[in-house]
């Protein structure tokens, strides 16, 4: 083996299982069959993050997009996420109209801060989207007393939270509704695909009208929509992939656990990084390792993204602050946003990886410090 071969960032863990149940639904999932993988995947699904209900959805972003227009949320209105993120998650708002409003994050959490929150609220606002940053959790107690106390809905982009735990609870199952990415570099993968889940039958009853092009359980009337609605279904192949790799669903935690866990050992004598916090009473998913340099250390990301290259692994760039996108609706960028952004890199992690492969990463790291004289 080419011990110097490509590591890349993530890649799914496929076997005979996956292959099977695809093979299936391609051979009989047609017909009075064509919903049979997709009801065993919402109600296995379901039943894993401990909600009432779930759809299978194409993207986290269709999820995202139908829960907000569920929720009424259209133009004039405020929605309050963090300024650090990917752009699926403040695209569904730009899209109804709603106005994003982009607030910095905690510097230990890499995730929304609800002081922050707390001094954007105005009688506009309409949702507060609290994101899992890479199976971090957000402080949803915080979150949730807010939304309390001002009668704002809290709905969780739990995309990158699989395997995450706030107390007793899952990520995703916390908020008014929860939405998850089955895309190819997240936990469990259907290639792409997504899923909305919530506990609310109302809700639940109008997304699913939602991704039914508007038509209603229950309207006798064929080819009849009550409602302008979207078309962000996923298939039954899709389904059927995603049935296995849900039943492997805690093999596939407990390795980014590991993963996690020998990043931390063999980083545990090295000053001046700090990774994924976790903070009492919760445990995160390890979706994405991350290292962050602290701030007094000559090191920046880039350089240390360079220094990746060279060595032919495949580590990546943190979130850019979304405020700093040029066609973003103009707004002040978080100081712990952007300075973060500076320090930060996501490290390789995916099922498949040898101790090798940790050990080269590390490897990168350490010398990049010695380098900087950390
Ligand atoms: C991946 C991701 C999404 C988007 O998921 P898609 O399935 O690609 O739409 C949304 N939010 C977060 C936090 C993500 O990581």
Known sequence: MNSNRRIPLSRPSITDEEVALATDAARNGWGPHCYDYLDRFEAAFAAHIGVKYAIATSSCTGALHMGLAALGVGEGDEIILADTNWVASVAPVLHLGARPVLVDIQPDSWCIDPVAVRAAITPRTRAIIAVHLYGNLCDMDALLALGREFDIPVIEDAAEAIGSMYGGSRAGALGVFGAFSFHGSKTITTGEGGMFVT???ALYDKVLSLSNHGRVKGQTRQFWPDMLGFKYKMSNLQ????????????SLIS???????????????????TMNPELPGTRIGAWMPTVVVAEHIPLSADELLHRFKQANIDARPFFAPLSTLTWMPPGPTGSHAQSVYERAVNLPS?????????????????????HAGA
């Open 199 to 201: 506990d609310e039958q």
């Open 239 to 250: 389904a059927a992939f995603g049935c296995a790799q849900l039943r492997r669903v805690e």
């Open 255 to 273: 390795r980014k656990l590991e993963i996690m866990q020998r990043y931390r050992e063999a980083f545990a004598d090295v000053s001046g990084i």
């Open 350 to 370: 995916f099922h498949d990886m040898t101790d090798h492969d940790i050990d080269r990463v590390v490897a990168v790291v350490r010398e990049a410090l010695q």
